[in-house]
DNA sequence: ATTGGTTCCTGCTGGC
DNA sequence: TGCCAGCAGGAACCAA
């Protein structure tokens, strides 16, 4: 499931790959991925050189030379595999949804089995204004990011911050895993009303969300079913997982307990799972 | 306006 | 052993 961290080593695994290199074909599969592709997104990209590849959220940017940048969102499966050039190409495989060719001879297969991803096309000036970006919160590793600034975006919000700290307005980049991580090292409950993170809770989950993120970067993100890199090899931030998918298991401070029994505990908020200790988180 | 529920899609899992 | 309902989840969309 890829979130910020996942996003984010496919980022680096594309530009290592990508920088420089001029399209030379993009095939689009289908015609749709959870929304139309533009049609003529391979006449658009085909002859035009990769000048970068930014970030925003959940959300690739691939910078085009003639001012187009291409929006990657990698949904719920979404991968990108490169195949160097000269390297290996086995057979394309079920859900291999668009193939980039570069002149390099490079090849890039965008697999999405259950079609949640998207792409789109748009001038470099319009990024800012996409339907997809306009209303993205902030930036949870950028400078903008701090205590003051989450507790003013959950002022007088009654939902449970566990489903606040999921809408990509109000900080963008989290999804269920790095939420409920986050609130664990930040010891606040899944339950508590958004509205009351304010202060030294504000502050102190600003500082767990970052870490968190950060130590899962390090770590290459988390590969659960579907996350690979770009190169093919897994993410490990999973085995650091504190919380989540360790129902009825120790957390890692109960665990320091001798006389402590299982205390994570799974509940559904907004129709997903919530992992959380019900020692710690308050 | 805010918030909760539904939907898209496919593959895996658990229960009978 | 085999089948199928149920679940997983990002985010747009709809409804209250």
């Given at each position: 499931?890829?979130?910020?961290?996942?996003?984010?080593?496919?980022?680096?695994?594309?530009?290592?790959?990508?920088?420089?290199?001029?399209?030379?074909?993009?095939?689009?599969?289908?015609?749709?991925?959870?929304?139309?592709?533009?049609?003529?997104?391979?006449?658009?990209?085909?002859?035009?050189?990769?000048?970068?590849?930014?970030?925003?959220?959940?959300?690739?940017?691939?910078?085009?030379?003639?001012?187009?940048?291409?929006?990657?969102?990698?949904?719920?499966?979404?991968?990108?595999?490169?195949?160097?050039?000269?390297?290996?190409?086995?057979?394309?495989?079920?859900?291999?949804?668009?193939?980039?060719?570069?002149?390099?001879?490079?090849?890039?297969?965008?697999?999405?089995?259950?079609?949640?991803?998207?792409?789109?096309?748009?001038?470099?000036?319009?990024?800012?204004?996409?339907?997809?970006?306009?209303?993205?919160?902030?930036?949870?590793?950028?400078?903008?990011?701090?205590?003051?600034?989450?507790?003013?975006?959950?002022?007088?919000?009654?939902?449970?911050?566990?489903?606040?700290?999921?809408?990509?307005?109000?900080?963008?980049?989290?999804?269920?895993?790095?939420?409920?991580?986050?609130?664990?090292?930040?010891?606040?409950?899944?339950?508590?009303?958004?509205?009351?993170?304010?202060?030294?809770?504000?502050?102190?989950?600003?500082?767990?969300?970052?870490?968190?993120?950060?130590?899962?970067?390090?770590?290459?993100?988390?590969?659960?079913?579907?996350?690979?890199?770009?190169?093919?090899?897994?993410?490990?931030?999973?085995?650091?997982?504190?919380?989540?998918?360790?129902?009825?298991?120790?957390c890692p401070r109960c665990a320091q307990d001798a006389k402590s029994t299982g205390c994570i505990r799974r509940l559904v908020q907004s129709g997903r799972s919530t992992f959380y200790c019900s020692r710690w988180q308050r």
């Amino acid at each position: 499931m890829p979130e910020l961290p996942e996003v984010e080593t496919t980022r680096q695994g594309l530009l290592a790959a990508l920088e420089g290199q001029v399209l030379r074909s993009v095939e689009a599969r289908v015609p749709a991925l959870r929304f139309p592709l533009p049609p003529d997104l391979a006449t658009r990209l085909a002859g035009r050189k990769v000048t970068g590849i930014d970030r925003r959220a959940k959300y690739l940017l691939v910078g085009i030379e003639d001012g187009q940048v291409l929006l990657i969102h990698l949904g719920m499966s979404g991968r990108m595999r490169v195949f160097p050039a000269g390297g290996e190409r086995p057979p394309l495989e079920k859900h291999d949804h668009v193939i980039f060719q570069t002149g390099g001879g490079t090849e890039i297969r965008f697999n999405d089995t259950r079609r949640f991803g998207a792409m789109d096309l748009m001038a470099a000036d319009a990024v800012g204004d996409h339907p997809l970006l306009r209303d993205l919160g902030p930036e949870p590793l950028g400078n903008e990011f701090n205590g003051p600034v989450l507790a003013a975006r959950l002022q007088g919000k009654r939902t449970p911050i566990k489903s606040a700290l999921l809408d990509q307005k109000i900080v963008a980049g989290l999804g269920n895993i790095y939420v409920c991580e986050a609130l664990y090292h930040a010891n606040l409950s899944p339950r508590r009303s958004a509205h009351t993170v304010q202060g030294a809770r504000a502050e102190r989950l600003v500082q767990a969300i970052r870490q968190v993120l950060h130590q899962a970067i390090a770590a290459g993100g988390s590969s659960l079913r579907d996350f690979r890199h770009a190169d093919g090899e897994l993410g490990y931030f999973q085995h650091q997982f504190a919380v989540y998918g360790r129902e009825s298991e120790r957390c890692p401070r109960c665990a320091q307990d001798a006389k402590s029994t299982g205390c994570i505990r799974r509940l559904v908020q907004s129709g997903r799972s919530t992992f959380y200790c019900s020692r710690w988180q308050r």
